[in-house]
């Protein structure tokens, strides 16, 4: 009777320590794969950006481009010898100038210059720092952004490319950095598109060659132009049926809205 007794509490006790070492793997692959799902949810800050811009891209037009790219460095230039330099890798940067639709809001425009960099980032991905330019009007290109800017670099830091960084297109640190412009998105102040062409023209008549100053001047009232601008500002007054006074307050608005 007590060997049977014996063997049944050995049973008991077998089958309660098979449970607990089950319990204890149970949990152990629980705790692995909810740190397999931590780590495959971890994603770059600039993807997090982009969950919290709430609007969806508008149409742009891609008006300028240029490849502005650099050694990829991680101390002062002169610190490198010639041959350490010639064999660190390129930090690939791209600079590109867009015009968007004057009605733009600024989170469309915050989505619209995101857009520009996942477009030129699928075309090349090696593609190692970007800088956008957003302007409202073509004819502004040449000059500061009138819209906004945003640049896509490590850290937010547009000096933040090191040779590790550009050889194994880590991009996990990478940010947007954005500088929009109070104005997008307003209509006190804008100019009309009528006001936008008498400037247009006044621009160009004034960008003739002759000036007797030897340089392109563009004044905004009859103290600071000589004759040959009175005479040239006339001519686009003439055209549109206007005064002179009249082109000086459009070029004033328009030039304030442009810097605004």
């Not at 790219?69 to 230039?77: F, G, Q, R, W, Y």
């Not at 890798?89 to 520009?116: C, F, G, H, W």
Request: include cysteine; proline fraction near 4%; charged fraction near 30%.
């Amino acid at each position: 009777m007590k060997k049977l007794l014996y063997i049944i509490g050995g049973m008991i006790i077998l089958i309660i320590i098979i449970a607990i070492a089950s319990g204890g793997e149970e949990k152990k692959q629980t705790t692995l794969e909810t740190g397999s799902t931590s780590q495959q949810q971890e994603i770059p800050p600039f993807q997090k950006q982009e969950q919290n811009i709430k609007a969806q891209p508008r149409e742009y037009t891609l008006v300028g481009e240029e490849d502005i790219s650099i050694k990829a460095l991680d101390k002062l230039l002169s610190e490198y010898t010639t041959d350490e330099l010639a064999q660190l890798p390129m930090n690939i940067r791209m600079e590109y100038r867009i015009v968007v639709p004057s009605d733009i809001s600024k989170e469309e425009l915050k989505a619209t210059l995101v857009q520009v960099i996942k477009d030129k980032v699928n075309e090349n991905e090696d593609i190692d720092e970007i800088i956008v330019f957003a302007y409202d009007r073509e004819q502004d290109i040449d000059g500061a952004y009138t819209f906004g800017r945003v640049e896509w670099c490590p850290g937010g830091d547009w000096a933040g490319v090191t040779p590790a960084i550009a050889s194994s297109n880590d991009r996990s640190s990478y940010k947007y950095v954005f500088d929009i412009k109070e104005k997008v998105g307003e209509e006190e102040g804008k100019p009309t598109e009528k006001e936008f062409e008498i400037y247009n023209a006044y621009w160009e008549k004034l960008n003739e060659p002759g000036n007797p100053r030897g340089y392109e001047n563009h004044p905004l009232s009859d103290e600071s132009a000589n004759s040959w601008e009175k005479e040239k500002i006339d001519e686009v007054a003439k055209l549109y049926n206007i005064t002179r006074q009249e082109i000086y307050d459009i070029a004033t608005k328009v030039t304030f809205w442009k810097w605004k």
